[in-house]
């Protein structure tokens, strides 16, 4: 059996990373093939654009990007037209229909894929949400702030430009998707699992929960002497309170929650002494380490990108809490390698985080959008005892072992593959 792997990037942001582990599981089983716009490794099974189609590909991706710059001036999330395809994917989409070849398809956005060419995939594919996009119009996630439109074909709300595109995207997709039958939808999060099965224009289709994996041999505790031994490096004392969190788009994205958690922490500073506030450090990876987030004027340190996973764990390892205070999360992939390193996580109820985060057992939940409450639960987290705290991280640590891990999503994504290869047999049996 042969698993045809297609993403954008398998390299590059949250998405690809996680089609680079499915790829991984799969290649641990079967013979496997990639093919994406970004090159990956060096390898006979890994198919990329070249330099010149890269090139051209980006080319159109500019066009695409000048369109969009006027339609959301106004607008927080992000959004895709996907008005082009990337050739060498169109290709070896064609060369996978009418073969028992499996097609698992990730994140294609970034014009990977024409919205126009989601009529060509293949009967029986997986296709991976790894965002909102394929069940909303342009827009990658609905924004909570704005009418509803995702689930209902954007059918309320204000006749602006930005809604009308997402309006005419969303009845493309409907046309070409709404019929089929035949796709097996898979997504990271209980959550996105409800909201494919409530939209028109996949609910007919098979919806299976497959998590992220998490690598928790790498995402594991640090030892008491390293923990120690990095924040000496840093100049942070042992006694002291140390929250990590991502600073990426923070202040371009409204849904990573940098408004409430700024108002949050402006509100804690509120509550405690001065004392206890100079105890309290920021430590912020992503972006750059000249980053200008400083928030409520406590004491930042910029790890700016960490490009390595055992990098991320010092990261998650060196501190006390991990703060994740996005308004939407497809999974919560930070969430769940903080957890996986022993560090428990204060975020909001909302989204792919309920997977993940269970209020007082491995985290503090806060209620969703209410900076109130986030500013309570931070507080519960600074005060929590050295033991309570320690107990937390091993309830979280546990959770994504026994629901995450590797092994554990290798099972349920080897029996998927499995069953998509016998109804595509049996299909093309009865076609005979």
């Not at 394929?134 to 209902?152: S, V």
Request: with cysteine; glycine share 6%; aromatic share 10%.
């Amino acid at each position: 059996m042969r698993v045809n792997y297609f993403a954008f990037s398998f390299v590059r942001g949250g998405a690809a990373i996680a089609a680079e582990k499915f790829y991984y599981l799969g290649a641990r089983n079967f013979d496997v093939r990639s093919f994406s716009v970004e090159s990956s490794q060096s390898d006979l099974h890994r198919k990329a654009t070249s330099p010149f189609e890269y090139r051209y590909h980006f080319f159109l991706r500019l066009l695409e990007h000048a369109f969009l710059f006027f339609l959301r001036k106004d607008v927080d999330v992000k959004h895709s037209l996907n008005l082009f395809s990337c050739r060498l994917v169109q290709r070896a989409l064609q060369s996978c229909s009418g073969s028992e070849e499996i097609v698992h398809i990730h994140w294609i956005n970034n014009d990977t894929l024409s919205i126009w060419d989601l009529a060509k995939v293949p009967p029986y594919s997986i296709i991976t949400l790894h965002d909102e996009w394929l069940i909303a119009g342009a827009e990658h996630y609905q924004n909570p702030f704005e009418p509803p439109g995702a689930l209902d074909g954007y059918s309320s709300g204000g006749a602006t430009l930005c809604r009308l595109v997402n309006k005419y995207c969303w009845l493309l997709k409907y046309k070409l998707l709404s019929r089929r039958k035949d796709l097996v939808i898979t997504a990271p999060s209980s959550w996105l699992c409800k909201r494919a099965a409530q939209s028109p224009t996949l609910a007919d289709n098979d919806i299976v929960l497959l998590p992220n994996p998490i690598d928790t041999e790498v995402f594991s505790p640090l030892p008491a002497e390293e923990k120690k031994h990095l924040r000496n490096k840093l100049g942070i004392g042992l006694e002291d309170f140390v929250l990590v969190f991502g600073g990426v788009s923070l202040e371009n994205n409204r849904l990573k929650g940098g408004v409430e958690l700024e108002k949050a922490l402006v509100a804690l500073s509120e509550r405690l002494p001065k004392d206890a506030l100079d105890r309290i450090t920021l430590l912020v990876f992503g972006g750059s380490e000249t980053s200008n987030v400083h928030l409520a004027g406590l004491r930042t340190i910029h790890f700016g990108r960490v490009s390595s996973p055992d990098g991320m764990r010092g990261v998650y390892g060196v501190g006390d809490f991990t703060v994740v205070p996005s308004l939407v999360e497809a999974f919560g992939q930070v969430a769940a390698e903080s957890l996986s390193c022993g560090v428990p996580v204060v975020c909001f109820d909302t989204s792919g985080l309920r997977d993940i985060v269970n209020h007082e057992v491995s985290g503090f939940v806060a209620e969703f959008v209410s900076v109130n409450s986030l500013a309570d639960q931070l507080e519960r987290a600074y005060r929590l005892s050295e033991a309570d705290r320690s107990q937390m991280g091993r309830s979280g640590r546990s959770r994504i072992e026994s629901g995450f891990s590797f092994e554990k999503v290798e099972a349920t994504y080897l029996d998927l593959l499995e069953r998509v290869h016998s109804r595509k047999h049996e299909r093309l049996q009865t076609n005979k």
